[in-house]
Nanobody
C-alpha cells in the first residue's frame, strides 16, 4: 500500500497562488488531485500520467492550475494560480499503483492523501 502525504494548503486572497505537494511512500503510476468543496461531493481536478507526458484538467481549472511530478522523489505538485473563492475546498491527492492507465474518477484510484484545506477569500 502506497502512503501519500500532502502539504501546501492555506488561506489566500482571490487572484493569488498556492502550490500543493504530495509525497508518495513508493512507486506510483498515474497521479491526480481531487477536491471537496463545503457541502459538496469530491470532484476531479487534474491528473498526470507516469511519464508526465499526459495531463488532464477539469474545465473549471483549465488554464489556471498545472499538475506536475518528480518521479525521482515520488512527488506530485499542483500549482494553482488566479485562485477564486469557488476554489475553496479540501484538496486530496491520489495515486494509482495497480494500473498504468491515467484516471479521472475517484473509483479508479488506489491510495489517497489525508487532504489539505485551501481557502480563497474574496
Amino acid at each position: 500500500q502506497v502512503q501519500l502525504v500532502e502539504s501546501g494548503g492555506g488561506l489566500v486572497q482571490a487572484g493569488g497562488s498556492l502550490r500543493l505537494s504530495c509525497a508518495a511512500s513508493g512507486r506510483t503510476f498515474s497521479m491526480g488531485w481531487f477536491r471537496q468543496p463545503p457541502g459538496k461531493e469530491r470532484e476531479f481536478v487534474a491528473a498526470i500520467s507516469w511519464s508526465g507526458g499526459s495531463t488532464y484538467y477539469a474545465d473549471s481549472v483549465k488554464g489556471r492550475f498545472t499538475i506536475s511530478r518528480d518521479n525521482a522523489k515520488n512527488t506530485q505538485f499542483l500549482q494553482m494560480n488566479s485562485l477564486k473563492p469557488e476554489d475553496t475546498a479540501v484538496y486530496y491527492c491520489a495515486t494509482r499503483w495497480k494500473s498504468r492507465l491515467v484516471a479521472t474518477t475517484l473509483e479508479e484510484y488506489d491510495s489517497w492523501g489525508q487532504g489539505t484545506q485551501v481557502t480563497v477569500s474574496s
